[in-house]
């Protein structure tokens, strides 16, 4: 009897506690919300969210409010009761005109607790939402760019097919956050890895890409003759999920991917070197973040030679003496650029092959820490550290420190001189 009671008290706790688990967000729907306007948009997630009483925004510019659910207009008495969808929440979003644009973390809260992580991008177009039957190029959805295409991969063999028109000589960029916006995703198993296909009128390629930013695609493509064209993305293996979701930023506007150097110190005006798409003539822009801007990686926008604003860049922010890689051959540990540390180095490789050395003084039993930002922080750049000696011998070396998907950038800590 003692051995049954036993069991029987430890049993209840762990079903209790099953029944009690705190949501775990899956997906928004649609992914996007636009600058200066209120969005409605359906969160799914695992575990009831009944009672959700509030939601949570990273960042400024945006905020979250709980919608209740839609009343049936002509309720039948004699219908048995509908089932209650406690995976599903509709949830507005209200986003500021001067929002930065970019993902936003987004929780709820609830009487079983905080919820996991989910994530919403927010942009500067319209947003349009995938209609229910675009799989095919005949039945293609019109959307007038520049807009946000906001859809989803919701079953195996999905191809989501959109047609546009352009004037002649128009320049486009269609920016994809699909697997991005699913890192953070606690409980979704497996995840999207889009593929964009840009089409003439007639269905003929013109374009495709895949994994610009880490599985994201990006494509650029200017369109030397008028007419309708199309757009088609899916899962490259052609999987489907209703939780894949994604969005599609079709617009003319200047485009920067990256800015060199890449480090800048805050309440100090910086002159940045801009890399990218539909940039203005003078590809540049200075930046002068406020003096308390804590340090490590950023997001900015900047105020380009034309006028306009750029779409939010990354920035790493650091309060080390500053060094910008030299002009001039550094390939070689003979040729290596002397600099005195601590350091906050900014850098480029700039050709296949490149190599560059910093040549730096260490007495025996000090410590340093060498840390790369660079495909974490948007970079193309699978960097490899190396710590070498006065004669070239390798002392250490490091690549891809945490998650070679993700990051793939090197740290060598903690590092004593010998």
């Known amino acids: 009897m003692r051995v049954i009671v036993v069991v029987a008290t430890l049993a209840a706790p762990l079903t209790l506690q099953a029944q009690t688990s705190y949501p775990m967000l899956m997906s928004v729907a649609p992914v996007a919300v636009q600058t200066g306007t209120a969005t409605d948009c359906e969160i799914t997630a695992r575990y009831d969210m009944t009672g959700t009483?509030?939601?949570?925004?990273?960042?400024?510019?945006?905020?979250?409010?709980?919608?209740?659910?839609?009343?049936?207009?002509?309720?039948?008495?004699?219908?048995?009761?509908?089932?209650?969808?406690?995976?599903?929440?509709?949830?507005?979003?209200?986003?500021?005109?001067?929002?930065?644009?970019?993902?936003?973390?987004?929780?709820?809260?609830?009487?079983?607790?905080?919820?996991?992580?989910?994530?919403?991008?927010?942009?500067?177009?319209?947003?349009?939402?995938?209609?229910?039957?675009?799989?095919?190029?005949?039945?293609?959805?019109?959307?007038?760019?520049?807009?946000?295409?906001?859809?989803?991969?919701?079953?195996?063999?999905?191809?989501?097919?959109?047609?546009?028109?352009?004037?002649?000589?128009?320049?486009?960029?269609?920016h994809v956050r699909c697997q991005r916006l699913e890192d953070k995703i606690h409980d979704l198993q497996e995840h999207a890895d889009p593929i964009l296909t840009l089409r003439n009128s007639s269905g003929t390629v013109l374009a495709v890409n895949d994994n610009y930013f880490f599985a994201d695609p990006l494509l650029h493509y200017k369109f030397?003759?008028?007419?309708?064209?199309?757009?088609?993305?899916?899962?490259?293996?052609?999987?489907?999920?209703?939780?894949?979701?994604?969005?599609?930023?079709?617009?003319?506007?200047?485009?920067?991917?990256?800015?060199?150097?890449?480090?800048?110190?805050?309440?100090?005006?910086?002159?940045?070197?801009?890399?990218?798409?539909?940039?203005?003539?003078?590809?540049?822009?200075?930046?002068?973040?406020?003096?308390?801007?804590?340090?490590g990686p950023q997001w900015v926008t900047l105020d380009l030679a034309n006028g306009q604003k750029s779409n939010a860049v990354p920035v790493v922010v650091s309060r080390l003496p500053e060094v910008t890689e030299a002009a001039g051959d550094n390939n070689t540990p003979a040729k290596a650029q002397r600099i005195a540390t601590p350091a906050g180095i900014s850098g480029r490789i700039e050709a296949e092959g490149d190599v560059d050395c910093y040549a730096f003084?260490?007495?025996?039993?000090?410590?340093f820490a060498f840390e790369v930002i660079a495909r974490g922080h948007q970079s193309a750049i699978d960097p490899v550290l190396r710590v070498l000696n006065g004669k070239g011998d390798r002392l250490a070396d490091n690549d891809d420190f945490r998650d070679r998907f993700i990051h793939a950038d090197s740290r060598i800590e903690p590092w004593t001189a010998p």
């Open 53 to 174: 009483y509030k939601v949570l925004v990273t960042g400024t510019g945006v905020t979250g409010e709980v919608l209740p659910p839609k009343a049936d207009p002509k309720p039948d008495a004699k219908a048995p009761p509908k089932k209650r969808q406690t995976g599903r929440l509709a949830v507005r979003f209200t986003v500021t005109a001067d929002a930065l644009p970019g993902p936003r973390e987004v929780r709820i809260a609830t009487p079983r607790g905080v919820s996991t992580v989910g994530q919403i991008v927010v942009v500067r177009d319209p947003v349009v939402r995938e209609a229910a039957n675009n799989d095919t190029l005949s039945t293609a959805q019109e959307v007038k760019l520049p807009a946000t295409i906001c859809g989803a991969f919701e079953k195996p063999e999905d191809v989501d097919f959109y047609k546009f028109r352009v004037a002649a000589n128009s320049a486009l960029t269609f």
């Open 361 to 367: 003084e260490a007495k025996a039993g000090e410590k």
């Open 224 to 295: 030397a003759v008028p007419g309708d064209y199309y757009l088609d993305i899916r899962d490259v293996r052609y999987g489907g999920n209703r939780d894949w979701q994604y969005a599609i930023e079709a617009n003319d506007r200047p485009f920067v991917t990256n800015v060199h150097p890449m480090r800048v110190t805050p309440g100090k005006a910086t002159k940045l070197e801009l890399v990218g798409f539909n940039l203005p003539a003078e590809p540049t822009a200075t930046l002068t973040l406020p003096p308390d801007t804590p340090d």
